[in-house]
């Protein structure tokens, strides 16, 4: 499959398993591509779901942390207080039967801001 060197690319297998580029995917973990790639190739044995997400990289650093993606460790530190306090901040989930997921705890070190410089 063709793609811009330019974006970054992520793929996450909904159904099914797919091989990309010789890795095998399963649904749950997202895997990073990274951004160079002119092109990636995927296999699958049987009916198979996959999504492939790509774009212009953040020119910024940025902190990304379960569903938060902030500045720095203390913007993540705010969301999920707001998150577990079930403030407005976030909306309300549609279709969705059930409690909202708890935010898992924060880790025991500081979050650190990365990116690509471009």
């Given at each position: 499959?063709?793609l ?21 995917l ?5 895997l ?11 296999s ?5 779901r ?12 940025l ?14 530190v ?17 279709g ?8 898992p ?14």
């Amino acid at each position: 499959m063709p793609l811009s060197a330019d974006f970054e690319y992520a793929v996450l297998a909904l159904d099914g398993a797919a091989d990309v580029d010789g890795v095998s995917l399963k649904p749950g973990p997202l895997l990073y591509l990274g951004a160079g790639r002119t092109s990636v190739s995927v296999s699958t044995g049987s009916a198979s779901r996959l999504l492939l997400l790509g774009g212009e990289p953040f020119a910024e650093r940025l902190v990304m942390w379960w569903n938060f993606v902030a500045r720095d460790h203390d913007e993540i530190v705010h969301m999920r207080a707001d998150w577990v306090a079930g403030t407005p901040r976030f909306g309300e989930v549609h279709g969705y039967d059930g409690p909202p997921i708890p935010a898992p705890p924060m880790p025991i070190t500081r979050l650190v801001p990365r990116g690509s410089t471009r």
